[in-house]
């Protein structure tokens, strides 16, 4: 209540008044609260999601390293859209894919700004001999547009007096656009991608072109076209396209992106499946059952969720590595290294192997509590211990089965230590964390992020639209590791 | 009990006991009971108690993966203290984990509490800041080394706060003064504003935003002309802060992953806390708002203490993952100085497989040994720290 002031004291009026001042002065901070709040919360969100929000924006662009960062990106520019088609379908008839093919054409255009008191002399334009990306499957022979690609002599279709930018001044001068087309001499193979290069001479200035240069080298004097030809596919997510293409097996040069993502799901869905069998009945077991050693279990249970991988790994990696008591021999090989099937029946860390014990955890969690009584009816009924489990039990544990599904996939899907250890060579035997690594330190020593951010985001999604569909299961999760100890 | 006033066995599993075939009855339980358990059983055995043990073995003996082993008593133990990289990953492991556990449990409660609000469309927002935590460390990890580069997002933002220091702080200055003057007017007039009053608040934000940009168009304040700033976060042996002494000053790229782990941590341990928060009766709250509490009272005197148990999880989880912690060093991998990073676990994988050298088995297994024993003596030690400030 508000403090009234010596001359109101007693006036019943004045109190009354007082009081519904002060509720409206409440009110007011009520609301001044919520508002704050919201404000905060958005502000949080910004944070958190923030640097992933534009590495998956920034992974569109050629350099995702460009100083100062932005995020005007030409790929999202519909303009550049119709462009990159029209130019796709003149290099090889293929509005989306793009591509350079025999009998193709492509028109370009360049726009150069001459300042005053220059001579203005046409670029000099050639379609370099320059290998896409670096590293991983670069071994392997590719063509090279250069070897059948003839540039046309430059033609000048407008000029045009105006002012430019250069170097923060504004200068007077000329810009001048010059026109020419890339031909496919003779006949060759489809070749995936046209790179241009334009060299102009000291003092005169790129301006802008049919698409925008992919970067400007030597002090802005060479604008770099990684992809005159590429179809509206290869021009939006083009580094997306990369990391399919570029990096590809060595010996059998299929790409290596797909393989990875094949492993890590093949991996992921055996991992699901054994949790969803064996991890539920171990925890049904240890619900339901009294039997000796009970408590011993529970000890296990416990031991396998806190001793360190780095303590078990050793071990382990030995017992893979020498094919698991010859378990190995029963499908073809002497060794499980370099193999899913390592990476799937053994582990590491934290009770991952092929069960986990946190999911028997979750699944005696859940059993504990279902009743009984439709057990009982089911025995009452003569059905055996097995039948009662498969035909009764079960089906009432799915939301528990659920959970177990989505938090081993993505618990699997995201692994990095175990697979780390037994996969090693050939990269196509990798999964997808592993072989991310390997994006890193192939294409990162050449300051290539676009293509490691593409391939980050990509091997992301899985996940993050599992979380998206299922986010109760995950909180669940948090929850359940909020009552673990 | 039953109609007939038969005692049944009130254990789990249990079974109306007494009856004729109680013994044949139960011995089918334990086939059952083991036939269910044997896969796990099995995978238990083999892969976690096997393995403990043999590593624990492997840590007597200078195993190399090749030539048999030989029993050399406790000699890799004392050999692992005079390995300046083990000294080293020691070091850093530790500063890690203590640095880590501290801040990200702090922020984690101080964030818990803002939201703490009973107000529409929380849900979403938690699932929102839950998405760093479901992507992968690699992934993750990825993204923090693009935004590390010299010129990338981080050494921008740090640009710009600087060129930009001018506005921000008589930005700063002028809410705090506007906020000042209100509360105290407010008071004069006989209403009871707290210092952090939200709607004054919102007033001295409005106000001081449109008087920073009217200063900043007049010229009185402006953008610093400085040069960007190129920190090297990764590819550096500087070690930081530089006034401290040696054992305490952490090596920049083992800055840069606690930055990241504190930002992937915070969101899960948030949404622990919250969830213990809402617990609280609002009642606790109301009591002291009479008696007059200020905001930090509150937080210091009822939250926390309130939310211990959480408190207690959340550091053991804490310092279990950053104790252990491994894919970020492997991922920084060669593009920064193994000494800057190096932590046990990493040095556990190092010793086995070393590159061109022979592995170190035995060495590597008394190194993981000791981060066993060290991870549940911190579990143990923050037991019983917490405890006893509860009493």
């Known amino acids: 209540m508000r403090f009234l002031k010596t001359d109101e004291r007693g006036d019943p009026a004045a109190l009354k008044k007082a009081d519904g001042d002060i509720t409206g002065w409440m009110a007011r901070r009520r609301w001044a609260r919520v508002g704050i709040v919201y404000s905060v919360m958005i502000l949080f969100a910004i944070i958190l999601v923030g640097p992933m929000l534009f590495a998956a924006l920034s992974s569109l662009k050629v350099n995702p390293l460009e100083y100062p960062p932005s995020l005007r990106i030409p ?56 290998r896409p990306g670096s590293g991983l499957g670069a071994a392997r022979t590719i063509d090279y547009a250069a070897d059948y690609a003839e540039v046309s002599a430059l033609e000048v279709v407008e000029r045009e007096r105006g002012e430019h930018e250069v170097d923060g001044t504004r200068e007077d ?69 990369r990391v399919f293409d570029e990096a590809r097996s060595v010996t059998t040069g299929r790409s290596l992106f797909v393989a990875w993502t094949r492993n890590s799901f093949l991996v992921a869905f055996a991992r699901v499946l054994t949790n969803v069998v064996f991890a539920s009945m171990a925890g049904y077991a240890v619900a339901r059952y009294r039997f000796r050693g009970r408590f011993l279990i529970f000890f296990g249970l416990l031991f396998a969720q806190m001793v360190p991988a780095q303590v078990t790994f050793i ?29 799937i029946i053994a582990g590491a860390g934290s009770g991952a192997a092929m069960i986990h014990a946190g999911m028997v955890f979750v699944m005696k969690q859940f059993f504990e509590t279902l009743p009984r009584d439709i057990e009982e009816a089911a025995e009452i009924d003569g059905a055996g211990t097995v039948q009662r489990y498969i035909r009764v039990v079960l089906p009432m544990a799915r939301p528990a089965l659920g959970a177990v599904i989505i938090l081993t996939f993505q618990g699997t899907w995201n692994e990095f230590f175990w697979p780390l ?37 990509l091997s992301a999604l899985p996940v993050i639209v599992l979380f998206v569909v299922f986010q109760k299961y995950f909180m669940q999760g948090i929850a359940f590791g909020g009552s673990k100890e | 009990m039953d109609l007939y006033g038969t005692k049944y066995n009130e254990e789990p599993g249990g079974r109306p006991g007494l009856t004729f075939n109680s013994l044949k009855r139960s011995t089918q339980e334990q086939i059952s009971a083991y036939l269910f358990l044997a896969p796990f059983l099995i995978t238990l055995a083999v892969f976690f108690l096997y393995s403990t043990g043999r590593a624990f073995y492997f840590s007597f003996t200078d195993y190399n993966l090749f030539a048999d082993p030989n029993w050399v008593g406790l000699e890799n133990y ?14 850093n ?53 693009w935004m590390y580069q010299r010129r990338g997002l981080i050494n921008y933002l740090w640009t710009e706060a600087r060129r930009h220091a001018p506005i921000i702080l008589l930005f700063i200055a002028l809410v705090i003064v506007l906020q000042v003057a209100q509360v105290i007017w407010e008071r004069r007039r006989g209403y009871p504003a707290r210092w952090v009053d939200p709607a004054l608040f919102l007033i001295s934000f409005t106000v001081g935003a449109i008087g920073t940009l009217g200063a900043w168009v007049a010229g009185v304040v402006s953008v610093r002309p400085l040069p960007p700033v190129d920190f090297t976060w990764l590819a550096t042996r500087v ?57 930090p009272q509150k937080f210091f005197r009822i939250t926390i203490p309130s939310v211990r148990p959480v408190t207690f999880l959340v550091v053991a989880l804490s310092l279990i993952g950053t104790l252990q912690m491994f894919d970020q060093v492997a991922i920084f991998g060669d593009a920064v100085p193994l000494e800057s990073v190096i932590t046990l676990s990493y040095y556990v994988y190092d010793r086995m497989f070393p590159g061109a050298q022979l592995p170190q088995v035995g060495l590597a297994s008394a190194a993981a040994m000791f981060l066993a024993i060290l991870t549940m003596l911190a579990v143990l030690v923050q037991r019983v720290f917490i405890k006893s400030e509860a009493e």
């Open chain 1, 75 to 130: 790929e999202l520019n519909p303009r550049n859209w119709v462009t990159a088609a029209q130019l796709g379908r003149a290099g090889a008839g293929d509005a989306f894919q793009g591509g350079f093919a025999p009998g193709a054409e492509i028109p370009f255009d360049l726009t150069y700004f001459y300042p005053e008191g220059t001579d203005p002399a046409p670029p000099d334009v050639e379609v370099p001999r320059r």
């Open chain 1, 173 to 241: 001068g000329v810009f001048v656009t010059y026109s020419f087309a890339v031909r496919y001499v003779g006949d060759g193979p489809l070749v995936g991608r046209v790179p241009l290069a334009a060299t102009a001479e000291r003092g005169h200035h790129y301006v802008d072109s049919t698409l925008p240069a992919s970067r400007l080298e030597r002090r802005g004097m060479v604008a770099s076209f990684d992809n005159i030809a590429p179809g509206l596919g290869r021009y939006v997510v083009r580094n997306y396209s």
């Open chain 1, 315 to 343: 071990s382990n990696y030995l017992l893979v590595r020498d094919g698991l008591f010859g378990l190995s021999h029963l499908f073809g090989r002497d060794t499980f290294l370099n193999s899913l099937w390592g990476v």
């Open chain 1, 421 to 457: 250890v037994v996969l090693t060579s050939p990269e196509e035997v990798k999964t997808l964390p592993v072989g991310l690594l390997a994006f890193r330190q192939v294409y990162g020593v050449a300051g290539d992020w676009g293509l490691i951010l593409a391939g980050a985001i």
């Open chain 2, 78 to 91: 004392l050999s692992l203290f005079r390995q300046s990289l083990f000294l080293r990953a020691l070091q």
């Open chain 2, 93 to 145: 492991t530790l500063l890690f984990s203590v640095i880590v556990t501290t801040v990200q449990t702090f922020l984690a409660l101080v964030m818990a509490t803002v939201l703490n609000q009973r107000i529409r469309g929380l849900a979403f927002f938690r699932a929102a800041y839950y998405i760093p935590s479901i992507a992968s460390s690699v992934v993750i990890t990825l993204i923090f080394m």
């Open chain 2, 239 to 295: 070690r930081l802060p530089g006034w401290a002494p040696s054992f305490l000053r952490v090596p920049v790229p083992l800055v840069a992953i606690m930055i990241q782990n504190i930002f992937t941590t915070i969101p899960t341990m948030m949404i622990m806390y919250l969830a213990a928060l809402q617990g609280i009766p609002p009642s606790f709250y109301e009591a002291a708002d009479i008696e007059g509490a200020s905001v």
